[in-house]
């Protein structure tokens, strides 16, 4: 079974930078309608004219939407249903993070990663997973992150965000299960991503870890034709997720004690982000892009 990517009407969360906007590109040779959505209209724009010069008969639909408030998101579907269009495959991309105690954080920005990496998500397939069942085919594709199988101090709320929705797909996969809808959970650890360094954001994970952006972009793709329900790219980071569930939890937190070594410290010290952390610079996307 595999999602219907070829000839499909794809939307994508997070167009504008990320690994969503590297997976608009790598499938406008293949799809025939890309709806890019984000609360950035001038990116996406630039991101259609660069996809027309190589695809010209390639449709796109750009839809500004920030995805932190949930009657953008409705009216967002919306426009869909009054322009007619179906969407065969979600690529639900976008994500909000941000470290810190989480006894210090702005219930503001916790609120915001709960909406922008959880009930958007779930909103977005409610409306869309009822049509994809009746037809029989189409796609869920949600970029997550590596940190929802960590304990990590100093990204609490971030981590609970991860894991609630790695909860969720799963249990959905089993759901939809021989329905001919492909769920397929992407959980990276560090991408790098040039444009992001390029403005200064410099991630500090090993090589062993990070992977690239197009890197990252292509690892989800091909693990979603394979109709795999969950996908480390990268090598190094597929090692040590795999072998992490392998280990007792009391040996999980004295893991997760070593990473957030230093967090109380005047200095403020960043977390190591080699196992994926929700440092900016290593996200999916750093916000809602």
């Known amino acids: 079974m595999r999602p219907p990517l070829d000839s499909g009407t794809v939307l994508i969360t997070g167009a504008s930078s990320g690994v969503g906007r590297e997976i608009a590109r790598q499938l406008a040779h293949r799809a025939r309608t890309l709806v890019l959505v984000s609360h950035a209209l001038e990116p996406l724009k630039a991101l259609q004219e660069e996809l027309h010069a190589s695809n010209p008969t390639l449709g796109i639909m750009l839809l500004p939407c920030d995805i932190s408030r949930p009657g953008e998101v409705g009216d967002m579907l919306s426009e869909l249903s009054r322009h007619f269009i179906t969407v065969d495959v979600l690529v639900s991309a976008a994500s909000a993070s941000e470290q810190g105690l989480f006894v210090e954080q702005r ?9 922008v ?16 069942l009746a037809r029989g085919q189409g796609g869920l594709l949600c970029i997550g992150a590596g940190a929802s199988q960590l304990f990590l101090p100093g990204s609490a709320a971030y981590v609970g965000t991860r894991r609630c929705l790695d909860g969720f797909l799963e249990s959905l996969r089993l759901e939809v299960e021989g329905s001919g809808v492909v769920v397929t959970q992407v959980s990276p650890g560090p991408v790098l991503d040039a444009a992001l360094q390029a403005e200064g954001a410099h991630a500090e994970a090993s090589p062993l870890f990070h992977v690239s952006v197009e890197r990252c972009a292509r690892a989800a793709l091909e693990g979603f034709e394979r109709s795999e329900p969950l996908v480390y790219p990268g090598w190094g980071h597929r090692w040590v997720m795999t072998l992490l569930p392998r280990l007792p939890r009391s040996v999980r937190r004295a893991l997760g004690r070593w990473v957030g070594r ?13 196992l994926g952390n929700a440092r900016p610079a290593l996200e999916s996307n750093p916000s809602l892009a």
């Open 262 to 274: 230093g967090l109380q410290e005047p200095s403020g010290a960043d977390m190591p982000a080699l």
């Open 107 to 115: 219930w503001g920005s916790v609120e915001r990663m709960l909406t």
């Open 117 to 132: 990496n959880v009930v958007a998500p779930m909103l977005l397939i409610r409306r869309l997973l009822g049509p994809m």
